[in-house]
């Protein structure tokens, strides 16, 4: 089991940044088929993937965010930072992470959310 905590969202204006953190109660990537998720929702939504990290560093984004967010983990494997860039207002959302294996479908934990809000 694994606790995740969400951090550094809030208020900013359309083209700035902000880095989202994932913090976790151990280590993420005990496991070698672990994926670090960050996800985003919107009221009337449906969740939706913007960015993964997996266990053997491989990186993915949705095509709205391609190039101007960027996943990464820190050295000690219990962060996982989503920093992003040139925001638009349709980034706004809560965000968040997600951790999970591929092949153990009852690890599956998310964190409480962090609200990302952009003015246009």
């Known amino acids: 089991q694994v606790q995740l905590v969400e951090s550094g969202g809030g208020l900013v204006r359309a083209g700035g940044s902000l880095r989202l953190s994932c913090a976790a109660s151990?280590?993420?990537?005990?496991?070698?088929?672990?994926?670090l998720g960050w996800y985003r929702q919107v009221p009337g939504k449906q969740r939706e993937l913007v960015a993964s990290?997996?266990?053997?560093?491989?990186?993915a984004y949705a095509d709205s965010v391609r190039g101007r967010f960027a996943i990464f983990g820190d050295n000690t494997k219990t962060t996982v930072y989503l920093q992003m860039n040139g925001l638009k207002p349709e980034d706004a959302a809560v965000y968040y992470c997600?951790?999970?294996?591929?092949?153990?479908?009852?690890?599956?934990?998310w964190g409480q959310g962090t609200q990302v809000t952009v003015s246009s």
């Open positions: 997600n951790a999970r294996r591929r092949w153990n479908n009852a690890y599956d934990y």
């Open positions: 151990r280590s993420i990537f005990v496991f070698n088929d672990m994926v």
């Open positions: 990290l997996t266990s053997t560093g491989s990186t």
